[in-house]
């Protein structure tokens, strides 16, 4: 499982012309899942997410998280994070979850994050999404449960 984390001041999410979602301060999240991705690795990588001190505290040092910070998530689908391109000009995505699969998991990740109280507004799995967002830093950080 693939999480690549941008901090944000804002994000939105359109879908045939209209808003689907937007946050202000807080983290925007592109998720994709590979073939054996499970509980494990949305449990994991949710606590990741919502504990990661990336924002500045008083003294302008990253170290407040998402909760401190009462901020919000926009969470879109992003298999193309599986893209493989060593071979040809072409990306190959065969490395991406099976789409019935990656979309329930896509829903339980979403859902460990509300759990903790955190608004979490989401584009819709397999849709055709134009996000905006104005980064903040700019911060991006890609977690990967391959590398823990």
């Not at 941008?6 to 202000?24: P, T, W, Y």
């Not at 449990?43 to 990661?52: F, H, P, T």
């Not at 905006?132 to 890609?142: A, F, Q, R, W």
Request: hydrophobic fraction near 35%; avoid cysteine.
């Amino acid at each position: 499982m693939r999480v690549l984390l941008q901090r944000v001041k804002q994000a939105s999410v359109e879908i045939d012309g209209n808003v689907n979602g937007e946050i202000g301060q807080g983290l925007l999240l592109l998720v994709g899942f590979t073939e054996n991705d499970g509980d494990k690795e949305i449990e994991y990588l949710a606590r990741k997410v919502l504990n990661a001190r990336i924002f500045s505290d008083a003294d302008d040092k990253m170290n407040l998280s998402l909760q401190q910070v009462s901020g919000s998530i926009l969470s879109i689908s992003q298999f193309t994070l599986y893209a493989q391109t060593r071979k040809g000009n072409r990306p190959s995505f065969t490395r991406a979850q099976n789409p019935d699969i990656a979309s329930k998991n896509y829903d339980k990740f979403n859902e460990k994050l509300r759990e903790s109280g955190v608004q979490v507004e989401t584009g819709i799995f397999g849709a055709d999404m134009q996000v905006s967002l104005v980064n903040d830093g700019p911060v991006t950080i890609m977690y990967d449960t391959d590398e823990e």
